[in-house]
Structure formats: structure tokens, C-alpha cells
């Protein structure tokens, strides 16, 4: 069985690489180091990305669907969200 990867833009930065980013961007306006007008713009620079990431993860939940057999050799798609606990 094969997983197709999600396409991505042309330039985007995988998911992983831009998270570690958000990630650093927390933890230089957590330490309390950065001046002001840094601070200001590494908060902008975060929020960009967490809105980003967003948009990409709710993509990505709208991709993910679970097969349910319904009968002899035929499947429904249904939502992730429809599908029962395991």
C-alpha cells in the first residue's frame, strides 16, 4: 500500500520545518530576551505561521477520509470525524 503525499506549493516550506519554526519563534518571545520592536515582529512572524499552519492542517483533515464497507466489495467515504472509536 502506497500513501500519497499532499502536494505542496511551489516554495512552501514543509509542515515539519515551518512547526520548528513557530516552535522558535515561542521560545525567543518566552525567554524574555528580545527587545521590543524584535519581540513585535518575531509575535507577527508567529502568527503568520500559526494561521498558516492552520489552513494547511485543516487541508489536511479535509484529505483524510476512512473507507467503511457497507457491503460485499463496496465502500462509503465518510469523514474522518464519522468514524468510531477503536
Not at 528580545?34 to 507577527?44: I, R, T, V
Not at 505561521?49 to 462509503?76: D, H, I, N, W, Y
Request: no cysteine.
Amino acid at each position: 500500500m502506497t500513501i500519497a503525499k499532499t502536494k505542496k506549493k511551489e516554495g512552501e516550506e514543509p509542515f515539519e520545518r515551518a512547526l520548528e519554526r513557530l516552535e522558535g519563534t515561542v521560545r525567543a518571545l518566552e525567554s524574555g530576551e528580545k527587545g521590543l520592536e524584535e519581540s513585535l515582529a518575531l509575535f507577527e512572524d508567529g502568527v503568520g505561521l500559526s494561521k498558516e499552519l492552520a489552513e494547511r492542517l485543516e487541508t489536511a483533515k479535509q484529505r483524510v477520509t476512512v473507507l467503511m464497507k457497507e457491503g460485499p466489495a463496496r465502500f462509503k467515504q465518510k469523514p474522518l470525524e464519522d468514524a468510531p472509536d477503536q
